[in-house]
């Protein structure tokens, strides 16, 4: 509040968009002024070049590969029942919703990973529906799941970018989430995803990831600094 009063500007650090890297998940951290949200906060990186998807690419050997048009089953990741980033929203609730609605429109298999911190009990949902299951995602890891999947479902998570790297379609609830841009936004949708251009919003948000040794020798200050008040 005090920085807002005297016209200030904070600074949001966030983790990466690629922590489900299974070795390098802190090497690039997220910067952002005045929120941490990305459909709020100024990340100062509008129609950026590759430079920096280039690095993290190399660093932690991701790519960005073609849509995919064949897939079995439909994968649903949550996210902590807490915290900032889930709003306050009532997960159980959206879950049902989101199943309900997927089972009107296919009979897919619906694999549910729940947040590998969030201890509540998922399973009575796959008790009321058919050919729902519920995935480890305490020893499984996050690709393993994307592996296969026609489509993936989200509120606002993260985890949704490694599917949309591996051409695994994504529906998520939340402008605020980093993959609204080429995201699908209703399941009605579920057996027709859209699949946009993703090179642009690529750039993009990897223009938001900076590493801490750019961070000791002044490039974010030096990229951020023009949207600094003067």
Known sequence: ??????????????????????????????????????????????????????DISKSLRLDLKPWRTQGNHILICLQRDIGWNAKGFDQQDWLNKTVKMI??????????????????????????????????????????????????????????????????????SDPGAVTWKVANHTTRDIENPVMPDREQWLYDLCQCHWTIEQARNGDIYRHFNPYLPS
């Open 103 to 172: 089972r009107k429109q296919t009979g897919r298999p619906i694999h549910i990973r729940p947040h590998p911190s969030n201890k509540l009990d998922w399973s009575t949902i796959t008790t009321a529906y058919s050919d729902v299951k519920l995935t480890d995602s305490v020893t499984r890891p996050l690709q393993a799941d994307i592996s296969g999947a026609h489509a993936g479902v989200f509120f606002n998570s993260s985890s949704s970018v490694a599917a949309v790297l591996e051409g695994v379609p994504v529906y998520v």
């Open 1 to 54: 509040d005090h920085q807002k009063n005297i016209s200030g500007k904070i600074m949001s650090i966030d983790g990466s968009c690629f922590k489900f890297h299974p070795t390098k998940e802190n090497e690039w951290l997220r910067y952002s002024l005045d929120s941490v949200f990305y459909n709020e906060g100024e990340y100062a990186n509008t129609n950026s070049n590759n430079t920096h998807w280039m």
